[in-house]
């Protein structure tokens, strides 16, 4: 079966395929600051689920994991009250759900969380509940279903899931499990007599390649990646996603107009679910990051990700989909929005795990987690109980920063790089191979036989003396591929490797992986898997379950006193796993005396100081003191 033709014509005008990494400041590393969590109590019982804020920052709506049905509240913890308790008709959310409140400040997109594609009648993936007033004053919402059923291909259909609302209300978006691939699409919103309608819906992951025999390594391993949209950017230019560039779980930023795609973070452990801030100058990542989890899967930067969507299709479920491995879920970090200059940058935690019986948790929600100042994120908590899935609370993370000005949306609009989601064609679509060259050299010959879902899919590349910069060269095989028997992703997965890397770096990559997510009662992992690069070797992949004691923590101030003329300067640093940078915010007491460190660190104290000088910055570091003589 040929491409078709409206996919090939598109994919041509897609424009430059290589990922940019984020520019900009990268030798600027951006202090630490202040942060300082604030809580929200909620009735006994009540289990707050991907709480967000609605438009204007005054409420705040979550889903509840106890008594059911969504909710809304105050952003100062007052009038609490649900929204759709009681009410005929009220859709029954699967899989989690998905909660937005359009700027309108009368509409809430209402979703599925991670669900069987539907578009029978009555059983949508999605509704549009619409209010007279507002959302805080609804008495009889009305429930309109959203039809998506424009996004089906010659492709089988098996999930929708991970639904985000474009900054001005106009354009949704989702992912696709298909046969073929992972889809992210996004579609305008228009509203008709009885329903919404995701028109025109758009395939938007990053460009593929234009035919099977384009040889650009770059469009090719862009479509063999597991992707999963996250969100929008507050300008509704791009949207955030999750990829596998290099074998390594990172996101992504996508232009809607043209395509351009730019790799946001490059850290060795699996990032995922992200958002920038309003003002467009902070970045939220909930990762893995400091704990070096899947680091084997990326230690060695030169193999090209051509095996990512069968490598992610794997390993994702394994870890993240049991409550054994929920007690291991990501955290929240704080990164400039240009990202991790790629990987160099670790981040600040906005929480910390040292509080007995609380978890990491990730909040799924991506933008909207956000307050319109860009001073506060809303945190997902998670208990270390069984049977409950967080506490009777909503996490607050306040920021010590000047308040942001948002950034005023755009009209968000897809250009016609994207091509239509029922035309697009994943690596999966039929079987085929590929020989695509590097950019200083060698060859990687890549073939796709069955398809996902059942199908038998498998991808497999072999190496020949592959280089991008003509230094450093990968030669050998990966595999990876899907167990016919099972649902979903529950299903047996094997990934093989024999990579050898040569030249001005050295390393080898080993690897003979059984993973079964259909196992009971837990996934299994068996067999090997060993990285080495420079003569430095990976750290082992860990086994299923809780890492409380490899959860972020509070990092111990650093505190130093310089004698200036007849004064001091105390200086404010941390320590961040291994990322030393000052502190900025930080208060700095002595006596009846107290100062603020500036964006150096640095403080001035009188020349008076005598005593003990103790240096605080809020509940993610742990005060420091030192003496003057």
């Not at 959310?93 to 009648?121: C, E």
């Not at 996101?251 to 850290?267: C, N």
């Not at 040569?502 to 997510?517: F, Q």
């Not at 500036?598 to 020349?607: E, F, Q, S």
Request: net charge neutral; charged share 25%; hydrophobic share 40%.
């Amino acid at each position: 079966m040929r491409i078709a033709a409206a996919t090939a014509v598109a994919l041509a005008a897609a424009g430059p395929a290589p990922l940019a990494h984020a520019a900009g400041g990268e030798d600027v590393r951006p202090p630490f600051i202040p942060i300082e969590h604030v809580y929200l109590p909620l009735p006994e019982g009540m289990q707050p689920l991907w709480p967000t804020f609605a438009a204007g920052g005054n409420d705040i709506l979550f889903q509840e994991g106890g008594k059911g049905g969504l909710w809304i509240i105050g952003a100062d913890g007052s009038r609490l009250k649900c929204i759709t308790c009681d009410v005929p008709g009220a859709p029954k959310i699967r899989g989690g759900g998905f909660a937005h409140a359009f700027p309108d400040g009368k509409r809430i997109l209402y979703t599925d969380g991670v669900a069987a594609a539907s578009d029978l009648p009555g059983r949508p993936n999605g509704w549009v509940i619409e209010c007279d007033v507002s959302i805080r004053d609804c008495p009889s919402p009305r429930f309109l279903p959203i039809d998506m059923s424009a996004d089906r291909g010659k492709a089988g259909l098996a999930q929708r899931r991970t639904f985000h609302l474009s900054p001005d209300g106009k354009l949704i978006g989702w992912m696709n499990v298909r046969s073929d691939a992972t889809v992210m699409v996004v579609a305008r919103l228009e509203r008709q007599q009885d329903k919404y309608v995701a028109a025109d819906p758009r395939a938007v992951n990053p460009a593929g390649p234009r035919s099977d025999t384009d040889d650009d390594a770059d469009r090719w391993e862009n479509l063999s990646q597991l992707y999963e949209l996250k969100s929008f950017s507050p300008d509704g230019r791009a949207i955030i996603a999750v990829g596998t560039p290099r074998g390594n779980v990172d996101i992504l930023r996508v232009e809607l107009a043209d395509g351009r795609t730019t790799r946001l973070t490059a850290h060795s452990d699996w990032d995922e679910d992200s958002s920038f801030s309003p003002d467009q100058k902070l970045l939220v990542v909930n990762s893995w990051r400091s704990q070096h989890r899947l680091d084997a899967l990326a230690w060695i930067p030169e193999i090209r990700g051509f095996t990512g969507l069968m490598t992610g299709a794997a390993i994702a479920p394994y870890y993240v989909s049991t409550w054994e491995g929920f007690q291991c879920d990501l955290s929240p970090w704080l990164l400039p929005a240009r990202g991790d200059d790629g990987g160099r940058l670790l981040g600040q935690p906005l929480d910390v795990y040292g509080k007995p019986g609380f978890s990491a948790a990730n909040n799924l929600h991506g933008q909207r987690v956000w307050s319109a100042d860009s001073r506060m994120v809303i945190l997902q908590e998670r208990t270390r109980t069984r049977g409950t899935f967080s506490p009777n609370r909503i996490a607050i993370a306040r920021l010590d920063r000047e308040p942001g000005k948002p950034v005023v949306p755009v009209s968000s609009r897809v250009g016609d790089w994207a091509v239509p989601a029922s035309l697009y064609e994943g690596p999966h679509a039929r079987d085929r191979m590929a020989q695509v060259k590097g950019r200083k050299g060698g060859t990687a010959t890549v073939e796709y036989k069955g398809t996902l879902g059942g199908g038998g899919a498998s991808t497999s590349v072999r190496f020949d003396r592959f280089t991008d910069d003509g230094l450093t060269f990968v030669s050998g095989t990966m595999s990876g591929a899907a167990g016919v028997q099972g649902d979903g992703e529950r299903r047996a997965w094997r990934l093989l490797a024999d990579v050898e890397v040569t030249g001005r770096h050295t390393g080898h990559l080993d690897m003979d992986l059984t993973i079964d997510n259909a196992a009971k009662p837990l996934p299994q992992m068996t067999g090997r898997l060993t990285a080495t690069y420079d003569g430095k070797a990976a750290p082992p992949l860990p086994e299923l379950g809780p890492c409380y004691d490899g959860q972020p923590v509070a990092a111990p101030l650093r505190l130093r006193l310089s004698p200036v003329g007849n004064a001091y300067v105390a200086t404010v640093t941390a320590d961040v796993s291994g990322d030393v940078r000052p502190v900025q915010g930080a208060l700095v007491r002595v006596g009846a005396t107290s100062v603020r460190t500036d964006a150096t660190g640095k403080a001035k104290l009188p020349a008076t100081t005598r005593g003990e000088v103790r240096a605080s910055a809020g509940d993610t570091f742990l005060p420091a003191t030192a003496e003057v003589p």
